[in-house]
């Protein structure tokens, strides 16, 4: 059989290619290491289980039986109270900022109406965006519901009387899926675009000599590298306004905020993928090694970012390596302005960390390319 097969005139390219990957070990290494490390991330990683919401409290009743229902909603690991408010306008705040993705609301008659055996009322608030976070708050407000009126017994209340927890979705109140997936596809195609299409492009020019070429010309290597990357954010942009578009037209997503910021902070974006995407060309040698590093870092981007799954449902080495990624603040930033109508004040600080990892990114890339093209 073996003899068979070698006297085939297809075993010598067969050959050929083995001897040749061996001679490159790092591409093979990505071949077969990229795809292991991911599907062991991935497989940890990627939970639709959301828990641990983060919450803010108004209680306005301030009884024994007010805390009693906050450590119930606790103890059911869907709400994590991360700090209390003094009225409604903090809340909005809180929420709108991204401090918190769900709020409780304590009504001031919640112990009398106990005590007089009426149903107590109360509300959970729920950053909406996110259709998997508006059913986690409402599974756990019906386990409340149903917890609570046992550990009441002890109080001076008839225990028989439900608990009226009320769950009121913000921003997306129909749990609609792309009314989430919508906004964040703009940052999906952006990273395609400026991280794989454009590295591959530049590697393809290296391989089959143009760079080169274009290096004797009278052309400076800033000209020549602005030449190359100007069509793809132009690229990027038109992408963009295709997205938003057929998103308004088509699914109804609705733009709440200014289209201006949107777009000054998509440059920031732009240029944060530029620069990811100028430094798997600068170390890639093929354009095989170019696709398979550009896949390492569009996998990560695409499922540990909260662009399906929310960061909240993720263990934490994978919420650590989601708050590197630059698509994980941009897509705070689209989503904010779209369905929140957030402003600058708002969005500083992910428009901030956008702009750091440009300016370290596009330095490191540009370096490397103006020696790759020596």
């Known amino acids: 059989m073996i003899t068979w097969i070698r006297g085939l005139l297809l075993w010598p ?3 050929k290619e083995f001897i040749q990957l061996r001679r490159d070990p790092g591409t093979l290494v990505m071949i077969l ?3 292991a490390m991911q599907l062991l991330l991935f497989g940890f990683a990627v939970r639709t289980e959301v828990h641990h919401l983060p919450t803010v409290v ?24 991360v700090g209390t408010v003094s009225d409604r306008a903090a809340i909005e705040h809180e929420i709108t900022i991204g401090h918190a993705r769900a709020a409780v609301i304590i009504s001031p008659d919640f112990a009398r109406s106990l005590k007089r055996g009426e149903t107590a009322d109360a509300q959970v608030l729920v950053d909406a965006a996110n259709p998997l976070a508006s059913s986690a708050a409402i599974s756990g407000a019906a386990l409340v519901t149903t917890v609570l009126p046992g550990k009441l017994a002890d109080h001076p209340v008839d225990a028989r009387m439900p608990i009226d927890l009320r769950v009121r979705p913000w921003y997306n109140p129909g749990g609609e899926s792309s009314m989430f997936v919508v906004p964040g596809l703009v940052a999906v195609m952006l990273t395609i675009t400026m991280l794989v299409v454009m590295s591959g492009a530049i590697v393809k020019e290296r391989e089959v000599g143009t760079l080169e070429q274009l290096v004797v010309t009278p ?13 793809f954010v132009i690229i990027a942009y038109i992408q963009m306004t295709n997205v938003l578009v ?8 609705p733009i709440r905020g200014s289209l201006l910021l949107l777009y000054a902070l998509s440059g920031l974006f732009i240029l944060a ?92 890339s540009v370096r490397r390319f103006a020696k790759t093209v020596e």
């Not at 057929?246 to 997503?253: A, E, S």
């Open 58 to 81: 108004l209680d306005q009743s301030r009884t024994p039986e007010s805390r009693l229902l906050i450590e119930t909603i606790v103890q059911t690991q869907n709400f994590d109270i």
């Open 219 to 231: 052309i400076s290597k800033a000209s020549l590298l602005l030449g190359k990357v100007i069509p």
């Open 273 to 364: 993928v530029l620069g990811m995407g100028l430094l798997v060309a600068t170390f890639a040698k093929s354009q095989a090694s170019a696709q398979q590093l550009a896949f390492g870092f569009t996998m990560p981007s695409i499922l540990l970012s909260g662009f399906i799954f929310p960061l909240e449902a993720m263990p934490r080495v994978a919420q650590y390596i989601g708050h590197i990624l630059p698509i994980t603040y941009y897509l705070d930033i689209v989503r904010g302005i779209l369905l929140k109508g957030s402003g600058i004040d708002v969005l500083w600080q992910p428009a901030l960390y956008l702009a750091g990892f440009s300016i370290v990114t596009l330095s490191i």
């Open 33 to 35: 290491g990229i795809p």
């Open 246 to 253: 057929l998103g308004y037209v088509v699914f109804h997503v």
């Open 13 to 15: 390219m067969v050959r």
